[in-house]
């Protein structure tokens, strides 16, 4: 049971435009939300993330949005650049128990 | 500079052999963390572990054990390989006091034939 969905397996944007990665989740009892970034041959590197608290995270060109009630997030990337291009984990977490991943979305930024 | 290392990049291994993964962070971390990445599937916890000696399940542990003598080593074990264990094998740790900002290792590929 996937309670973290990434619908998504792969999106290509041009160079300077947004990138806009979903993610979907099933159980209301998740209270932080983070996105990873994986790049060939390397393991996942933590992004961004989001407390239940908020709406809205932003560092430089990463923004996360949070809409509870749809239980749905969504990475903004702007502008996308072509090191962006990699694969993107959303991930959900409560309470001291393990985290749970999404299939992931591999964002291909064409110059 | 964090570091969490994996003692393999590629394994191959033939059915029935005992598979071990090594995996030893540097930042004094309490938790660590085994996943395997399939495609479609995202990363599933194996097993986790809080402290040295201590273990817990994660949602795909049959199969597998772990070993957490030293509190910078993280072993996995494969009793018995089977052809279904072929998978991306990533270590993690994270601390105490933020267990959800997870340090991942590069990952070991293992094949098993």
């Known amino acids: 049971d996937q309670q973290v969905k990434q619908n998504s397996p792969s999106l290509s944007v041009q160079e300077g435009r947004i990138s806009i990665l979903n993610c979907d989740y099933t159980?209301?009892?998740?209270?932080?939300f983070l996105w990873y970034k994986k790049y060939p041959a390397e393991g996942p590197t933590f992004l961004i993330s989001?407390?239940?608290?908020?709406d809205k995270n932003e560092d430089g060109r990463f923004t996360v949005f949070l809409n509870k009630s749809a239980k749905h997030l969504s990475l903004h990337i702007v502008p996308s650049q072509p090191g962006d291009s990699a694969v993107y984990f959303c991930?959900?977490?409560?309470?001291?128990?393990?985290?749970?991943f999404g299939a992931g979305t591999r964002l291909t930024v064409k110059p | 500079d964090v570091k969490v290392t994996q003692s393999s990049r590629y394994l191959v291994k033939r059915t029935g052999e005992k598979v071990f993964l090594e995996c030893v962070q540097d930042?004094?971390?309490?938790?660590m963390f085994w996943y395997r990445q399939d495609p479609g599937l995202g990363l599933r916890l194996i097993y986790f572990?809080?402290?040295?000696?201590?273990?817990e399940k994660g949602d795909i542990p049959e199969g597998y054990s772990v070993s957490r003598e030293k509190k910078e080593r993280f072993s996995l074990i494969l009793e018995s390989a089977s052809t279904n264990q072929t998978s991306m094998y990533l270590c993690?740790?994270?601390?105490?006091?933020?267990?959800?900002?997870?340090?991942f290792g590069p990952g070991t590929r293992l094949t098993v034939l």
């Open positions: 993690a740790s994270s601390s105490g006091l933020v267990i959800n900002e997870q340090f």
């Open positions: 159980n209301s009892m998740f209270d932080y």
């Open positions: 989001i407390s239940s608290i908020k």
């Open positions: 991930a959900a977490y409560y309470n001291n128990n393990d985290m749970r």
């Open positions: 930042m004094d971390h309490e938790n």
């Open positions: 572990s809080y402290d040295v000696k201590m273990k």
